[in-house]
């Protein structure tokens, strides 16, 4: 029997397609919210959306730096970051959000993930943020502006990082911003645990499903 077909997309063979992944997608996700397993978030060739309504990070160390990655057609690209480290973070009420085009079927999928909105804080360890845009109101105690980043204390610069050892940097005992909407390359923590995590595919326009 021939799939059904709706607006030129036949939706059984999309779901043959898509099931596994998501399937897979979801397996990873339970394992990140019983805190069984490092968690590294990077796109090839996309940046993601992250709101928050408050993150609490500790012993927070910020310098510049270049994500590496590949683009849509498989080619090497580089953008320049600013990568936000903290030991170990409290975040509340977190959405995450992903678009990736599907130009055959004209039209977009979109990945929300959604984690710390029922009373429990997800919590963080070893915290890194390839930050590309920011905006929060933020507060920083013991803050230590112009500092070299080979100088920094606690967590330091991420291995693996291209950045300038002796290059302008910040550190601070602790950061805490709230209202935070972020767009990044990358996130790498050394465990990730959400609670209360729910993971979505939606498809269709990305402006109704993004997290801002």
Same mark, same amino acid.
């Given at each position: 029997? &021939?799939?059904?077909?709706?607006?030129?997309?036949?939706?059984?063979?999309?779901?043959?397609?898509?099931?596994?992944?998501?399937?897979? *997608?979801?397996?990873?996700?339970?394992?990140?919210? $019983? @805190?069984? +397993?490092?968690?590294?978030?990077?796109? #090839? @060739? $996309?940046?993601?959306?992250?709101?928050?309504?408050?993150?609490?990070?500790? !012993? /927070?160390? $910020?310098?510049?730096?270049?994500?590496?990655?590949? !683009?849509?057609?498989?080619?090497?690209?580089?953008?320049?970051?600013?990568?936000?480290?903290?030991? #170990? =973070?409290?975040?509340?009420?977190?959405? %995450? #959000?992903?678009?990736?085009?599907?130009? +055959? +079927?004209?039209?977009?999928?979109?990945?929300?993930?959604?984690?710390?909105?029922?009373?429990? !804080?997800?919590?963080?360890?070893?915290?890194?943020?390839?930050?590309?845009?920011?905006? =929060? !109101?933020?507060? /920083?105690?013991?803050?230590?502006?112009?500092?070299?980043?080979?100088?920094?204390? #606690?967590?330091?610069? %991420?291995?693996?990082?291209? =950045?300038?050892?002796?290059? /302008?940097?910040? %550190?601070?005992?602790?950061?805490?911003? *709230?209202?935070?909407? %972020?767009?990044?390359?990358?996130?790498?923590?050394?465990?990730?645990?959400?609670?209360?995590?729910?993971?979505?595919?939606?498809?269709?326009?990305?402006?109704?499903? &993004?997290?801002?």
């Amino acid at each position: 029997m &021939e799939s059904q077909v709706r607006g030129g997309t036949r939706w059984k063979r999309f779901a043959v397609v898509m099931v596994p992944s998501v399937a897979a *997608t979801a397996a990873i996700g339970v394992a990140l919210a $019983q @805190g069984a +397993l490092a968690a590294s978030f990077s796109v #090839s @060739g $996309q940046s993601f959306k992250v709101r928050a309504d408050k993150l609490v990070g500790h !012993d /927070f160390v $910020q310098y510049g730096g270049v994500a590496e990655g590949t !683009d849509l057609e498989g080619n090497k690209a580089v953008h320049p970051v600013a990568v936000s480290g903290f030991k #170990s =973070a409290e975040i509340t009420n977190m959405c %995450q #959000s992903v678009v990736t085009p599907l130009p +055959l +079927l004209n039209t977009s999928v979109t990945l929300v993930l959604n984690a710390g909105n029922k009373g429990t !804080d997800i919590e963080a360890q070893n915290l890194y943020l390839d930050v590309e845009s920011l905006d =929060a !109101d933020a507060v /920083f105690e013991n803050i230590d502006i112009g500092v070299a980043a080979g100088q920094n204390k #606690s967590p330091g610069i %991420q291995k693996g990082t291209k =950045a300038n050892p002796f290059g /302008f940097a910040q %550190q601070a005992e602790t950061a805490t911003l *709230t209202g935070v909407e %972020q767009t990044a390359w990358a996130t790498t923590a050394g465990t990730f645990k959400l609670p209360d995590l729910s993971l979505r595919l939606k498809v269709g326009d990305p402006k109704k499903y &993004e997290c801002y």
